[in-house]
């Protein structure tokens, strides 16, 4: 096993009951099948092949801990920091839309439609979507405005929309690029933008930098997490990313999370050279995500799944901030610290690696001694002395306790 091997925490509810908010977010009965289904929700990211032989490892008991293990570069682990980051906010900050909440916000969207123009103007408006999302979002506030099929446009045709004024339909908004390349692609003269979650702050820089956009509306403002992720330092990152992405979008932030039904939205990762050249992290479960479903079973075959290590039950068992995982050449054992994400490992291989193993099976040294004395040609005094030292030294290392 390379010496290089490391771990960094993705999840760690060592302060609070992040149980049930996993289990919410999830949809999960149990923290075992929480955290499976949040490891089947990493893996099939696009980004996580980019990482040098990442390991999924959690542990459900006491509490959820789940890690990545790998030989990880400064970009993997600037990359599996943001995802630290990104599952923090999500597990406690977020919004799952499925079809009947669907419904409710664009419920929402057609009465500040109606508000603004009234049923008579709306009535006059050509109507288009931005794939795919927006195409749902337009179905259903068609019917909400009792839409003609002569009003509803198709991307390609929405260039030459009969009507004067074009009104766009997504189902989010992040940036506002998808909206810029609509409004570029339109020889409509009054253009309205509108999508069901937006931040308020977006929508006002669209209608700031599009002459021809009249409005653009959200049905609900997405809150900006950016300034309370980066505490003192946001002025300067704010700055940094503005002038080094200046077309990314009309607008820099991080919305808080969200995720569809039909699709979770697409996000883009900071790549070495501080462009937005990589795809960012998608962390909605395959059970509740149309799209990501579709993305999980066509890599079925390749994807490696998260391992959940055993508990043990005797009174000679790991530390509960330990997590370890089998790899080609020996075993990681990781103690998770509780000040930083990164958690430095311990190689063991040869006997250690039978000792560790022999301890957790058995749960005292008594019955790891029975078994590795099957195992290996040496005293039993001999074997005593050498697993007793062996024992004290994960001891004193807080990698196992004694009760």
């Excluded at 839409?147 to 989010?172: F, R």
């Excluded at 932030?253 to 883009?268: C, D, K, L, Q």
């Excluded at 311990?346 to 301890?359: D, K, N, S, V």
């Excluded at 290996?376 to 030292?389: F, H, I, K, P, Q």
């Amino acid at each position: 096993m390379p010496e290089s091997v490391d771990a960094v925490v993705l999840l760690d509810d060592r302060n609070r009951d992040t149980v049930g908010q996993l289990l919410d977010f999830t949809r999960t009965p149990t923290p075992e099948a929480a955290l499976q289904s949040l490891g089947e929700a990493i893996v099939i990211n696009p980004l996580w092949n980019t990482i040098n032989s990442p390991r999924l490892v959690a542990r459900a008991s006491p509490y959820p801990l789940l890690a990545v293990f790998g030989e990880f570069s400064s970009a993997d682990r600037r990359q599996l920091f943001e995802l630290a980051a990104q599952m923090e906010e999500v597990l406690h900050r977020r919004r799952y839309v499925d079809y009947r909440e669907a419904e409710r916000v664009t419920g929402r969207l057609a009465e500040k439609l109606i508000a603004r123009y009234g049923r008579e103007a709306l009535a006059t408006f050509s109507y288009t979507a931005i794939p795919r999302g927006g195409l749902i979002v337009l179905g259903m506030l068609s019917y909400l405005l009792d839409l003609t099929h002569e009003q509803i446009m198709t991307a390609a045709g929405a260039h030459s929309a009969p009507a004067d004024t074009l009104v766009i339909v997504d189902d989010c908004a992040l940036s506002g690029v998808r909206f810029r390349g609509m409004i570029a692609r339109t020889g409509a003269p009054r253009v309205v933008c509108c999508t069901l979650f937006a931040p308020r702050e977006l929508c006002r820089a669209v209608e700031r930098a599009e002459p021809r956009v009249e409005t653009c509306i959200a049905a609900e403002d997405l809150v900006d997490l950016a300034p309370e992720r980066h505490g003192d330092a946001y002025a300067a990152w704010h700055a940094e990313r503005a002038a080094s992405a200046p077309d990314a979008g009309y607008w820099v932030g991080i919305p808080e999370y969200i995720g569809f039904a039909w699709s979770e939205p697409e996000t883009r990762a900071w790549g070495a050279d501080g462009e937005l050249d990589l795809p960012g992290w998608n962390v909605l479960p395959p059970d509740l995500c149309l799209k990501r479903r579709a993305l999980a079973a066509a890599g079925s075959d390749t994807l490696k799944p998260l391992t959940l290590v055993p508990e043990s039950k005797g009174p000679i068992r790991p530390h509960e901030r330990v997590l370890w995982v089998a790899l080609e050449d020996g075993i990681a054992v990781a103690p998770v610290p509780t000040d930083t994400s990164r958690a430095p490992c311990f190689r063991l291989e040869g006997t250690a690696e039978a000792m560790w193993q022999a301890i957790l099976e058995h749960g005292t040294l008594e019955g790891a001694e029975e078994a590795l004395s099957r195992q290996y040609e040496v005293s039993r005094e001999t074997l005593r002395a050498d697993l007793e030292a062996f024992a004290s030294d994960l001891e004193n290392n807080d990698i196992i306790v004694r009760r």
